[in-house]
DNA sequence: GGCCTCTATTCCTGTTAGGAACAGTACACT
DNA sequence: AGTGTACTGTTCCTAACAGGAATAGAGGCC
């Protein structure tokens, strides 16, 4: 009785994956974690997602679920990664892949269609653009002070989380420096 | 017997503004022309997606079709964009929004999980999406040449899409970069 | 006690991705 | 003249994904 590859989509593995940190999480920790982590460069599963691929993981045998005790009451389930779901991941993660990252950029998309509106607006729709890629680079920016330094031994796990998050704020600096360059431009 | 604004994905506007470039096009040629264009910024939608958008769009009456005489016994519909859905798009243009791009980076999901793979196995992964980012910024690259330059009044209505194009290749650029910096990383 | 926020899960609907199926056209090769 | 292959053109089906509403207990605040 050998065990079938089981091919999953992506964002299967991207929670199998948040579950290979050491703890065990309910659905809702894991969704929270996903906002904390993967949604940087990953776009967050919604809720109903979150719980549907834990129940199809469940169904694989790639993570378990035992109901939490410390709420007898309230039904609530706590899931942990299995031997054979963190066999299957390592598996995905040894796999060639040729995927290329895939953007819905809506900034782009409208200043394509700059034709259509006034100047200003447009100029005005970068402006706002600067601002919210502000934003999201202090949010990163906290989740990466979170992680610590590669000097600080205690931190050891997190090296590759560190390095995928110094990789974001390296982009949303070039992100920012492109788009002041097009407002500049627009201008002109 | 007012018009409705008619909400409609964004998708449903890119495609609808890939039709004010002055040209008719049938269901497959604006699959074409997405994927000429819109794939570098937004996900260019599957054919079955065009087509879906482009009955809907007609239900709505922002796009027109027209039996296509030049083949008269092959079934193939043109479509161009009606007044009603230029107002409708332009209104969309600009109506604020705080759309945010959304990006799905399957290489920095697996370099989150570095930890459960061989760093060898890890960075012949950056090497790969370093090819890969070198053919994607070509195809870019080839694509802003089609859209002429500022200086010459012949390609005027490109000044937008140039802008996109540039921004695009600016990203390619930056993203190898910080690419190469990270496998120094792994290295180091 | 009433209210609000957070935790926790489920359900429903619409959008999007991907590919298979089908069929006619154009052109090159033999 | 036939054959193969690539391209044009459209439709259908399924699975993945997004988003929000509904439900409900827990804890803290005023």
Request: glycine share 6%; charged share 25%; no cysteine.
């Amino acid at each position: 009785m050998r065990q079938e590859p089981v091919e999953l989509p992506t964002t299967a593995y991207a929670l199998l994956g948040l579950l290979t940190f050491g703890d065990d999480l309910t659905g809702y920790e894991l969704k929270q974690r996903a906002d904390n982590t993967l949604r940087f460069y990953w776009t967050s599963p919604a809720m109903s997602q979150v719980y549907s691929e834990l129940t199809r993981l469940t169904g694989h045998g790639l993570v378990a679920a035992r109901d939490d005790q410390s709420a007898p009451v309230r039904r609530s389930r706590r899931y942990r990664i299995t031997p054979a779901g963190r066999q299957s991941l390592e598996s995905w993660l040894r796999t060639e892949s040729n995927e290329f990252p895939s953007l819905k950029h809506p900034v782009a998309l409208r200043l394509l269609l700059g034709h259509l509106v006034d100047p200003a607006r447009m100029r005005a729709l970068l402006e706002k653009y600067l601002v919210a890629l502000a934003v999201r680079r202090l949010e990163l920016a906290a989740v990466r002070t979170s992680l610590g330094e590669d000097s600080d031994p205690a931190y050891d796990g997190y090296r590759y989380p560190r390095m995928v998050a110094d990789w974001g704020l390296d982009y949303y600096e070039s992100e920012r420096a492109m788009v002041a360059a097009l407002i500049d431009r627009l201008d002109g």
